[in-house]
């Protein structure tokens, strides 16, 4: 099975640390997206991209958080000086269309700041 | 800023008793999508609606959406302890833009 495939599950850093996150999205889609949850609320977007451009960024989006998706394939998520804040799920989800096109979701990366 | 306002937000039942989760917003929608989410895993669609007025039905699950494409509902009959998770609507106000989440309905079904 081919799903949308995130790395590393779960992360524990210290405040301060830069933390990369890896997508690897369903090889035929070209629209990838990056969300953030917290528990029990529903996912935040973030950032998405069609193809290797990345067309729209949440305002809340700090210029501490960066994300890159060379080649259209996978995308990764970075986020610099981390702070407590910052703990969270990340997911990323992909689809091969935008209008009303169904979001297919990965497992997430889990975020711990210490 | 568009905005999609769930409610409840929390909702314990009991197996067999029917329930509605409501979904508004101020703002127009091209369509709204129903996901499911259980712990530890990604969301994962049960329907999208298009159409204002539209209802769709998956085996007990019922979703409308309303006339003037700003809200939704999602109604189940004869809830099952299976149903348990977190139902979040999802909506994009134009083709082409990202699709923005309501907070969850928390669902919990108790046998």
């Known amino acids: 099975d081919t799903g949308v495939s995130q790395n590393p599950r779960h992360k524990i850093t210290k405040r301060g640390q830069n933390v990369t996150f890896r997508c690897d999205p369903i090889?035929?889609?070209?629209?990838l997206y990056w969300y953030r949850q917290t528990l029990g609320q529903g996912p935040e977007f973030l950032t998405y991209?069609?193809?290797?451009?990345?067309?729209?960024k949440s305002r809340l989006l700090s210029d501490r958080f960066s994300a890159e998706r060379p080649k259209g394939s996978f995308s990764t998520l970075e986020i610099q000086r981390t702070e407590q804040g910052d703990s969270a799920m990340y997911l990323c989800a992909s689809s091969d269309r935008g209008y009303a096109g169904e979001l297919f979701f990965g497992e997430g990366s889990r975020l711990t700041v210490l | 800023t568009q905005l999609l306002e769930q409610s409840p937000q929390f909702l314990s039942i009991q197996e067999g008793e029917n329930l509605t989760v409501y979904c508004n917003s101020s703002?127009?929608?091209?369509?709204l999508q129903w996901y499911r989410q259980e712990p530890g895993e990604g969301p994962v669609l049960l329907v999208t609606v298009v159409t204002g007025g539209e209802v769709k039905k998956l085996k007990r699950l019922t979703f409308q959406f309303g006339d003037a494409r700003k809200d939704s509902s999602l109604h189940i009959t004869a809830a099952q302890p299976g149903d348990t998770g977190l139902y979040l609507c999802a909506g994009a106000e134009q083709a082409g833009t990202a699709l923005i989440f309501g907070k969850g309905t928390t669902l919990s079904v108790s046998s």
């Open positions: 991209f069609q193809n290797e451009a990345q067309l729209e």
């Open positions: 090889s035929e889609h070209n629209r």
């Open positions: 703002s127009v929608f091209s369509s």
